[in-house]
């Protein structure tokens, strides 16, 4: 999630288990600067190699096995700030820095981006869908809390903001389970039998869900509104074709471009997209988009016929047409007329 989120729940994690008679405001420091301490990968770059941060980011820095290290990495630069006023040990900080560091993965795997939180015993990138990388309901009163408890030397007011935020990630999980149920069940009306689907939260909300199946070749998406104590109601977006390695346009086997689609691929775990373009081939990841019901990925990559790396590329894109905001406000008020209601 965004970093004021990790900040706020590193600080509410400190503060909340910090030793009785201790520092408080060294606790929340620990925990803070451990809460943010995984997000360092994103300084992990490479100018030759245009993946290397999806490869990198969400990695052994957001595993469990690596947690302990940021708790003592935050429990000393804790303690030598705080030597002189407060007289703190790192060992009496080290718990705070874990629990600021645990909650920085927790949360992470609660989003659709995927963490690595076993490595190093296994690769997979665990996903939840349950809460969006941005959420303003989530995070502002967890913050509130957070600051209220530090400036309060509170651990009880800690805990309500650690509650707070726990409870909203769990209407995540039960709002993404009605969504796909839902979803299920038109497609089932449909005759339509998907070979993969996913629903996944859209930014700062739990009410629009961004549904994606594949069905026949193709890639499908559609937003997907819930409301509590009202019917599901759904807008079928966008298709676009999946890629394949029989797919026109691929570079060689075993060239640059081919090992770079399954660089790619092993990131997107094969929801790949399809598109040509002034002769080369992209190669998308289906799962994100600026707009639930928009096929256009976030990002791609580019490869030339000749799977040469110098002809390869990672093309982002984030842009907006005229009416985007309109039309994301209408999926999420429930105005826009192409809604069918789920039955």
Known sequence: MDNVTHAALGIAAGVAVHRRGGSVSAAAVAGLLAAEAPDLDVFIRSAGDPLVSFRWHRHFTHSFAFAPAWGLLAAVISAWFFRRRHNVGWRELFLPGLAGALT?????????????????????????????????????????????????????????????????????????????????????????????????????????????????????????????????????????????????GNPPPFSEGSHLIADFSRFTSGWNTYDQADGAILVGDIRFAMLPTSSRPLWSVRCAPGGALADASLVMDRSLRDGDWGRLGALLSGSDPRFIEIR
């Not at 939180?117 to 303003?136: N, S």
């Not at 998907?194 to 996944?200: F, G, H, N, S, T």
Request: a positive charge.
């Open 104 to 248: 920085h993965l927790l949360c992470d795997g609660c989003t659709s981006y995927g963490t690595m939180l076993l490595w190093p015993f296994t690769e997979v990138r665990y996903a939840w869908d349950c809460l969006p990388i941005i959420d303003l309901a989530a995070t502002l009163p967890l913050l509130t809390l957070a600051v209220l408890a530090w400036r309060r030397h509170s651990p009880r007011l800690a805990a309500y903001g650690l509650l707070w935020f726990t409870a909203y990630a769990l209407t995540g999980v039960t709002q993404q389970a009605r969504a796909e149920r839902s979803l299920r069940a038109w497609l089932e009306s449909q005759a339509i039998r998907p070979e993969r689907l996913a629903v996944k939260p859209t930014v700062s909300n739990l009410i629009v869900w961004r549904a994606v199946w594949l069905h026949e070749g193709r890639w499908h998406v559609a937003a997907v509104r819930n409301v509590p104590f009202t019917p599901t109601r759904l807008v079928v977006g966008e298709t676009r074709a999946a890629w394949t390695p029989a797919s026109v």
